[in-house]
């Protein structure tokens, strides 16, 4: 069993929630950041509250970062916290340059200020490949990043490779491609398909309404995909790696799965959305997990179907909890 003291930023969220939860099982004594805000949003890790120590910082605030650090001293720092939702950052895109690139310097330069020896972790995004050039994309595909967000995850990747050449850190990127479960965001399309699906089967919403269905990407489990940001950490030698399963499906499987489950015609449904739409569409994103496969021993487990039935399903009995209702009541067919 591994140990050891790890400070996880961005850990209220899908990512920082399972990562959390696999340090606790490797017997890890675990640290997350959060920042102080009127209202909490702790659901993602209320199981795991009286087994974390929280630290109050932002990545906007460079004192906040390097306290942290120095009070907590970590042997593993993991980088997860972001702007991290592609629609708001055409909307807020200075604030995610901040947070979501200059962000990642100012935690690079609290470690390297602290304690050069921590070993990081900076979260990038196959959002960076953008308009890709080349399918499918491994570590050496040039980037085109096509919104804001993917240009801040850009800048926060090179920086990454930049503190490892420049201070000598054991600095490392996981370009993960898209990964979901049943704790992802309400305002990402996976987790709006299955939330959607699990209302209108329980006689709650009347409608779906999607923007580009004909968008393909490459979607694994979160809960998998951290077990990969820890094996980083343990390799001999920082390198990056890309993570994604090596399959392909676009938008319209996605809800065709989920409505399948539940046993409802998705036509009857789903609505077209031109609002919806991105100025600048990614239309397609495939991983070539090679590198990750061979060097981590990391691969999926999880087909993407699979998947979207655990989600959908999750939210149905989160859904007959909060409401009362049940499957059958209100049943559109």
């Known amino acids: 069993m591994s140990s050891g003291v790890a400070l996880i930023t961005g850990i209220t969220g899908q990512d920082g929630s399972y990562l959390a939860e696999l340090l606790l099982e490797k017997g890890y004594e675990v640290h997350g950041t959060v920042r102080r805000s009127s209202t ?16 109050q ?10 306290n ?6 970590p042997s593993e720092v993991y980088n997860l916290a972001a702007q991290s939702f592609v629609p708001t950052s055409w909307h807020q895109p200075s ?8 962000g990642v310097t100012r935690m690079l330069d609290a470690v390297r200020l602290v304690d ?37 995850k850009v800048y926060g990747h090179w920086i990454t490779v930049n503190y490892r050449e420049s201070y000598d850190l054991y600095a490392v990127s996981g370009i993960l491609f898209n990964h979901e479960s049943p704790r992802r965001g ?17 006689g709650l ?19 998998e995909y951290v077990e990969a940001i820890w094996k980083m950490l343990q390799r001999p030698e920082p390198s990056d790696y890309v993570i994604g399963t090596g399959v392909q499906h676009s938008v319209r499987e996605c809800y065709e799965f989920a409505f399948d489950h539940v046993g409802l015609d998705p036509q009857d449904f789903v609505r077209i959305d ?5 100025p600048a569409e990614v239309d397609t994103l495939l991983a070539d997990p090679t590198k990750a496969r061979e060097e981590l021993g990391w691969s999926v487990r999880t087909r993407f179907d699979e998947l979207m039935r655990i989600m959908v399903e999750a939210d149905l009995e989160q859904l007959e909890r909060a409401t009362g209702r049940r499957r059958g009541q209100g049943d559109s067919r």
């Open 95 to 102: 604030l995610t340059g901040e947070c979501t690139a200059i």
């Open 57 to 66: 910082a932002d990545l906007l605030d460079q004192s906040s970062l390097v």
């Open 205 to 223: 919403q009347d409608e779906l309404r999607l923007g580009n269905v004909d968008a393909k990407r490459d979607w694994g489990y979160a809960k």
């Open 116 to 152: 050069p020896s921590i070993r990081f972790y900076q979260a990038s995004s196959s959002e960076m490949f953008g308009k890709v050039r080349v399918t499918p994309q491994n570590e050496t595909t040039p980037f085109h990043p096509r919104s804001p967000y993917a240009v801040a």
């Open 274 to 278: 031109q609002g919806l739409m991105r």
């Open 40 to 55: 909490e949003t702790f659901e993602r890790i209320s199981h795991l509250r009286d087994r974390i120590q929280l630290h």
């Open 186 to 202: 309400r305002e990402f399309v996976t987790r709006k398909v299955s939330e959607s699906v699990a209302k209108i089967k329980l």
């Open 68 to 73: 942290s650090i120095r009070d907590v001293r």
